[in-house]
């Protein structure tokens, strides 16, 4: 008998003491949030926390265990999962314990014993784990099957350290903007009938510290993060410093149109967007308009829009930067994501009051050039304005449009105006310098805008007689004075 090499040496009823220990230790280690759940149980049914202990880990092909049996060291030693999910064990052969859990494979190990000796004594323990295969899917910037290595603790007798919901969506290289951290989902795959499905709650987690919502996965999980179904900005900013967000520093190409002074594609990064160094703080709506060169003086700050591509479809995100201005509201400087559209509409109506604040603000261009061209005193260098300049300040600005420049027509002037399509616009604007901004009499001016200052009628009268009177001569002698004398009264 097989028995008789491998005597034992302990008494009955020593065993049995040392089995009943083995077996209330087991027991109390096994708490309900720790055990595995009945098929088709779900977490929320039974109350408990859903964060898994590492003894719910299941064996599989590639794991390594070391199998004690109390005074057999000769089969005490490591062995290798094989890819079917069993072990070749010495005297009794293959032993499956696929999808088994640690405590399983023990009793399933200890049974197989027992036909070659007697109340064996097993212990079961992981030595090192196969990479798990977790997929990530949603509202991730990457989605897709990541596979996670385990490594061990600290400590003198190390543990495996497994990895968590919160891990695997870091691999994903974090939430969107728009990711429903609130209804993440966790299909677990069963041996036997449908998939277990583990609801997590991250905002929960961030908001009282429960660590139970940051599960521990197990191989072939599939975490499912949803789209939210009303988006809410403070909510994005708060979740967006966590770690299982992007990082900050993370560049983003976003494209922006309308009302900007220079529309197009940009990546935005996080800081002040004019020193490619800095990367302190989030990309945001702000930052992008910085990127353009600023708003135009028609931009309608209040009716911005942010449209986001989720995986349902097309998001539109409503933002206000005049409540940001006025109330301080952080939350409606959107922080983007990856594909964002900005869109700036033009107002309908310019408010004289709030345009001075808007040209102060740091979204607003730091200023633009104005032509001022014709009888004036100045060179044709462009003369450089507020972002918020009108025609009046333009047309006192270096004091060339003074009382003493006596060729000056100071009733009207001329504003020639480049369009984005190409084309030009000419208008006359009678010139009133106690007016406030006012579309009619004295338009807030955009950039590259002329203004052209015409002759007064003195001074044309003069230049037309020196035209005539200037070939007077010897020569010439009396024909040329009926001339003057034509011109003069006709």
């Keep these: 008998m097989v028995n008789t090499h491998f005597p034992r040496k302990i008494a009955p009823s020593v065993v049995g003491l040392v089995l009943f220990a083995s077996t209330v230790i087991a027991d109390a280690r096994s708490t309900p949030a720790q055990l595995p759940l009945p098929l088709g149980t779900d977490q929320a049914q039974i109350g408990a926390p859903v964060r898994r202990s590492p003894e719910s880990y299941k064996l599989g092909g590639g794991d390594r265990i070391q199998v004690e049996i109390l005074e057999v060291p000769e089969l005490s030693r490591g062995y290798e999962v094989l890819s079917d999910g069993s072990v070749n064990l010495p005297l009794i052969g293959l032993v499956s314990i696929r999808g088994r859990t640690l405590v399983e494979a023990t009793n399933i190990i200890r049974n197989a014993y027992r036909r070659v000796l ?20 949603g509202e991730v910037t990457r989605p897709g099957n990541f596979t996670i290595t385990l490594t061990p603790g600290p400590g003198a007798s190390p543990s495996v350290q497994y990895p968590t919901v919160t891990q695997a969506i870091r691999l994903a290289e974090g939430v969107t903007g728009v ?3 609130r209804n993440i989902r966790v299909r677990r795959p069963q041996r036997d009938g449908a998939d277990q499905v583990l609801n997590v709650n991250l905002w929960k987690f961030l908001q009282e510290g429960d660590i139970s919502q940051d599960i521990i996965l197990q191989d072939r999980d599939t975490i499912v993060i949803p789209t939210v179904a009303n988006f809410n900005q403070a909510e994005a900013r708060q979740f967006a410093s966590a770690n299982f967000s992007p990082p900050p520093e993370k560049p983003r190409s976003i494209s922006i149109v309308g009302q900007v002074t220079r529309p197009g594609a940009y990546v935005v990064i996080g800081g002040n967007t004019t020193n490619d160094l800095s990367r302190q703080g989030f990309p945001t ?17 209040r009716q911005i829009q942010v449209r986001r591509l989720t995986r349902r479809g ?13 109330s301080g509201d952080g939350a409606q400087d959107t922080i983007l994501q990856e594909g964002d559209t900005i869109i700036v509409p033009k107002a309908t109506i310019v408010n004289p009051a709030e345009a001075g604040v808007l040209a102060s603000t740091n979204f607003a261009p730091a200023g633009i050039n104005v032509y001022v061209v014709g009888e004036v005193r100045t060179s044709l260098e462009p003369v450089r304005l507020p972002a918020n300049a009108t ?15 006596t060729r000056a027509r100071r009733d009207k002037v001329e504003l020639v105006r480049l369009n984005t399509d190409g084309t030009a ?3 006359t604007i009678e010139v009133d310098l106690t007016q406030g901004i006012n579309e009619e009499l004295n338009p807030q001016l955009r950039n590259n ?14 230049d037309r007689m020196n035209a005539v009177i200037g070939p007077v001569g010897p020569a010439t002698g009396v024909l040329n004075f009926i001339n003057v004398l034509r011109f003069l009264f006709r």
């Design 391 to 405: 025609l009046n300040q333009a047309l006192i600005s270096r004091g060339f449009f003074g009382y003493e420049n």
């Design 449 to 462: 805008d002329m203004i052209i200052v015409s002759r007064s009628g003195f001074a044309n009268l003069v």
């Design 314 to 326: 097309e998001q539109i995100i409503p933002v206000n930067l005049w409540q940001f201005l006025e």
């Design 425 to 427: 616009t000419k208008r």
């Design 285 to 301: 709506v702000i930052r992008a308009i910085q990127l353009a060169g600023g708003i135009t003086s028609d931009a309608d700050i």
């Design 179 to 181: 990711a429903d951290i």
């Design 118 to 137: 007697k109340d064996p004594i097993v212990t079961v323990s992981l030595v090192a784990a196969r990479p798990l295969n977790v997929g990530v899917i």
